[in-house]
């Protein structure tokens, strides 16, 4: 399985940004499809998963501000963020978990600033 994560840049406070991630190889379903991120000098934490059916769950410090959702068709998973902060400023890895194995993606680099 191979992800390949997009869409990180430089946005202002307040702004807004999409990821993109596609998974291919070996997909199977159920799986759930995820999002983490790696600010500089902590450790990585998990911000947002959607499972094959829709269900979707949030860290609380993204929650109301970020949309998770994926295209089954295409084993893409999208994360939608408004509202951006510059403590969203990290690099954001997606993962997807299949039968139990989680496998990660490169990461692309969010930078909120002013």
């Known amino acids: 399985v191979q992800l390949q994560a997009s869409g990180g840049g430089l946005v202002q406070p307040g702004g807004s940004l999409r990821l993109s991630c596609a998974a291919s190889g070996s997909i199977f379903s159920p799986n759930a499809m995820a999002w983490y991120r790696q600010a500089p000098g902590k450790q990585r934490e998990y911000v947002a998963q959607i499972i094959s059916g829709g269900s979707t769950n949030y860290a609380d410090s993204v929650k109301g501000r970020f949309t998770i959702s994926r295209d089954n068709t295409k084993n893409t998973v999208y994360l939608q963020m408004n509202s951006l902060k510059p403590e969203d400023t990290a690099v954001y890895y997606c993962?997807?978990?299949?039968?139990?194995?989680?496998?990660w993606g490169q990461g692309t680099l969010v930078t909120v600033s002013s």
């Open positions: 993962n997807i978990l299949v039968m139990a194995v989680g496998y």
